[in-house]
């Protein structure tokens, strides 16, 4: 069964361009399927059943076998190998290399976020960069209006 969705074209992911990259694909997975989102934020659905408490074991959750799975655990569980997919087709050789020991979207999601930007700590320092230039930021008399707003829209992205 085909949708109108399956020939929209993948965002690729340019490292230079992550965060206008992330905008698009955010928007081309709730496209997709809007519960794709909830992968990339909450981690992969895994099925499970309850164990039910004994006199020595507490109520208890323990991961399903495959041969448990309903039609819909099923059909979850490939929501989460067709964001998988997408991801890894948005990608060039050198970035798919770097997530590719990765088992969930929501790693895959993280692991680009933290090559493409940084950790928290090089976030806050370049933060801290682009405030001071900002504060900086001044236009020499012999620039054009253009040109000053060049330098701003600089900073700015």
Known sequence: MST??????????????????????????????????DRISD????????????????????????SEWTPEEKADVLRDAKIKNILHNSL????????????STKEIWDTLETQCQGSAS???NRRAQLIQEYEQFDARPDESLTDIRVGYTNINH
């Open 122 to 124: 090089v976030k806050k």
């Open 43 to 66: 981690g992969p659905y895994i099925p499970t059943r309850i164990v039910a408490q004994t006199d020595t074991v507490p109520e208890h959750y323990v991961v399903k076998v495959k």
């Open 4 to 37: 109108k969705y399956e020939s929209m074209k993948i965002p690729i992911l340019k490292k230079t361009e992550y965060p206008t990259w992330k905008v698009k694909m955010l928007m081309y997975l709730e496209a997709m399927d809007p519960d794709y989102l």
């Open 92 to 103: 060039d050789a050198v970035m798919s290399n770097r997530v590719i020991a990765c088992k």
